[in-house]
């Protein structure tokens, strides 16, 4: 019964999580500029800033895609840094409707993921290269699609919140799934309806998402569960991740994460 009062007081804290924009406050502090940044301002600067670190991540991702030439690695490299892209948050000022141009770089890529995969269609183009197995444009309108429409979904109704930061740990903990289990995994098992898994992966993804949980809750300075509810979160990502529908599952992570973090208090 303990246990339960901390989460629901915990959760009702995280629902009332508010920011005043700490990229102003940095560059008061360190001298960058004389007076604080009207919160429009601040807001435009830290998307901006979203921009130039997805610019990075895109152009590093290429790099690993030619060096180790192996599209999964690329993918997954991409997809980490996607969700890792909550530690920009704290950034925005929500005392302004600005904070909602946090989604500005998943709803631009949502729409050229439509675009390249849809109508171009060219199996040439970089980003299909960096961004599908197997060099199919198509492949762009499932899990990159879906990644980034999930991005917007959360960027715009989960910012700052705890259910926010479980969803986007849970895509690491799938991120690590597939790259420990392309370099370590060795005991394969596959689901009906899903693709090839391995149990190293399966572990992986659990432990993974566990981290992200607390390191974002670092990070944006949201108070996480206990051991037990994080345990709980962890293992459930590793189900689902393992038993989703192929090239669906980052739709079945979200789904399954967002009636955790409603559910978990009732649970334990």
Not at 59 to 74: D, F, V
Not at 109 to 118: D, E, N, P, T, W
Not at 221 to 239: C, D, K, Q, Y
Request: aromatic share 8%.
């Amino acid at each position: 019964h303990s246990l339960r009062m901390r989460v629901n007081v915990r959760y009702t804290m995280v629902g009332n999580t508010s920011t005043s924009g700490q990229l102003s406050a940095f560059l008061v502090s360190h001298s960058i500029i004389t007076k604080p940044l009207s919160p429009l301002h601040n807001n435009v600067a830290s998307a901006l800033l979203t921009v130039v670190y997805v610019k990075c991540v895109m152009e590093l991702g290429a790099l690993i895609r030619i060096k180790y030439g192996h599209p999964e690695l690329s993918r997954k490299f991409i997809h980490l840094c996607a969700c890792s892209a909550v530690v920009w948050w704290p950034l925005f000022d929500t005392s302004h409707w600005g904070w909602r141009l946090n989604v500005t770089v998943p709803a631009c890529m949502a729409i050229r993921l439509v675009y390249k995969g849809a109508v171009k269609k060219d199996p040439e183009d970089e980003d299909v290269h960096t961004m599908s197995r197997t060099s199919s444009p198509s492949e762009l309108l499932f899990g990159p699609l879906q990644m980034t429409l999930i991005m917007v979904y959360v960027g715009l109704t989960k910012f700052m919140t705890h259910t926010g930061l479980i969803i986007m740990a849970a895509f690491v903990g799938d991120a690590a799934a597939a790259v420990v289990g392309l370099q370590y995994g060795r005991h394969k098992y596959k689901v009906a309806f899903g693709g090839e898994k391995s149990v190293e992966g399966s572990i992986g993804c659990g432990l993974l998402t566990i981290a992200a949980c607390v390191i974002y809750g670092k990070i944006c300075n949201i108070h996480m569960l206990e051991w037990r509810p994080l345990f709980a979160i962890g293992v459930t990502s590793a189900l689902v991740e393992a038993t989703a529908i192929k090239n669906w599952d980052n739709v079945f992570l979200c789904v399954a994460m967002e009636l955790m973090s409603l559910h978990l208090p009732k649970l334990i």
